[in-house]
């Protein structure tokens, strides 16, 4: 955490990766439970990668559940699952797993393009919602950075939820993120060498950034 800010570094892949998050204070990690990711993590995979990362930190990453698929996530030992979905899906469909998984256990993560409305009916079935950039053959991790405007918008409209700012975060524009005045900065693609390969060095960068302008 950066002052109120808290970080979540997501697409860990790789044990050593989540030593080398931890070192730079992470408060969450995301693990993609996705086939359709480049940084997707088999389920065979997924325990001993989990056994490294602490209870309160695991955050699963997901597109379109079921709710069988979502509680199986909880069960493996997840904190929280993070829910990407589509404008086709059904409010009735996100709100049985709210419902099942509970509100709190769940981020949404709604694929909204830009010019659409944000589905303000889902709001009501998550306290934590994560803004990404669109990308139409995407869900995340694309390096490309959203529609900042909205975000704050949103976060000033529900100010009783916790928000979470996504999409190409590194160091080039971390300072200004922080302006977006999100709950947590979500960062992947940003400060990586390859999918799933984190940079310790931009992330120490980032590190320092937030540090020196904590204290300036």
Not at 34 to 40: D, T
Not at 62 to 78: A, K, R
Not at 143 to 159: A, C, I, P, V
Request: aromatic share 6%.
């Amino acid at each position: 955490m950066i002052g109120s800010t808290k970080i979540k570094v997501c697409g860990i892949m790789h044990a050593a990766d989540v030593a080398t998050v931890n070192h730079f204070g992470a408060d969450y990690i995301g693990v993609n439970c996705w086939a359709g990711s480049p940084r997707f993590v088999h389920p065979a995979l997924r325990k001993n990668l989990l056994r490294e990362i602490k209870s309160e930190q695991r955050i699963a990453v997901t597109v379109n559940p079921t709710l069988s698929e979502t509680q199986q996530l909880i069960d493996e030992g997840f904190a929280a699952v993070q829910i990407h979905f589509d404008p086709s899906t059904k409010a009735c469909d996100v709100q049985a797993i709210s419902q099942k998984i509970g509100a709190e256990n769940i981020w949404l993560a709604p694929k909204v393009p830009n010019g659409m409305d944000w589905p303000e009916e889902i709001i009501s079935l998550a306290k934590t919602f994560l803004h990404d950039a669109h990308a139409a053959d995407a869900f995340g991790g694309t390096g490309k950075q959203g529609d900042w405007e909205r975000f704050k918008k949103l976060k000033n409209l529900h100010q009783n939820k916790i928000w979470v700012l996504a999409g190409g975060l590194g160091p080039k524009n971390i300072l200004e993120a922080l302006g977006s005045n999100a709950d947590i900065l979500d960062l992947n693609s940003g400060v990586e060498i390859s999918p799933g390969l984190k940079s310790a060095e931009k992330l120490a960068e980032i590190c320092s950034l937030l540090l020196n302008n904590k204290q300036s």
